[in-house]
């Protein structure tokens, strides 16, 4: 049994392994020794309890490693320069096209005849290629950003080592 | 200070820790006098629950020489025993107001 404890410890992630294996192995050991002592349903009741509890364990540190520890930021973590200099960028892009629309709006005479709805052709097909172009220029920056956001992790990282 | 309510498990493993720096085996062990039996952890129950705390700095590993790795013993830290003392008021609120409701409805 203490055979199968033991496999069952290497579905837990390597850091995890490295830091509470051997205690874990010693803690099954005990209370493997103990569950001798008493009777077959009791020791029935342990090995259960113990086999559930290590395969959820090592679910839930697998999920713990490779999904939650990504997604945390240091408390040290700062934006690299060229973040911040990206950021202002976009944000110089915004308010320009923001002050260029309220000059166009202003420059139009209020008193233009009134005109039917326009209906250029190929509306749909030119609103969803504008569509995808935009939201690729969209994915392209934030991608851009979350690619210098993660080399300067790594590099921080790598840094620590 | 505002934190989670913890859950029976983390919260049987503070208290054990509360009293005396332990290892893994005799948490297990404190944990099931302490509840009468009722509650059990398993050894993977109790090693996630110590990853955690080590993480938020809630327990902490007591330095010991001469001590094999399986007889790592671990401690509560300022932070835990802080938050241990905000749960366990937290309960006696909650068990005060469950006596006033019941009384006042037995009356």
Redesign the interface.
Known sequence: MLTIYRRLLWLYPKTYRREFQEEMAEVLGQLHADSSKTCLLARFRFYVRESAGLIAGALRETWHQSVMRRFTVGNNFRFPKATWILMTLILAGVISAIRKGEAISVSLPHDNPAIGPIHPANTVMSGWVMSVLIMYAVGLVVGGVFFLVRRTKLGQMSGEN | METMPLTEPVLMILLSLAEQPR???SI?KDVEEMSAGRV?????????A??RLLDDDWIERLEQKDI?????SYRLTQRGRKNLQFEVNRLKHLTRLAHLRIAWKES
């Open positions: 290892h893994g085996y297990l059990v952890l398993s050894t993977g129950t109790l090693y996630g110590l990853r094999s790795r399986g007889k790592q």
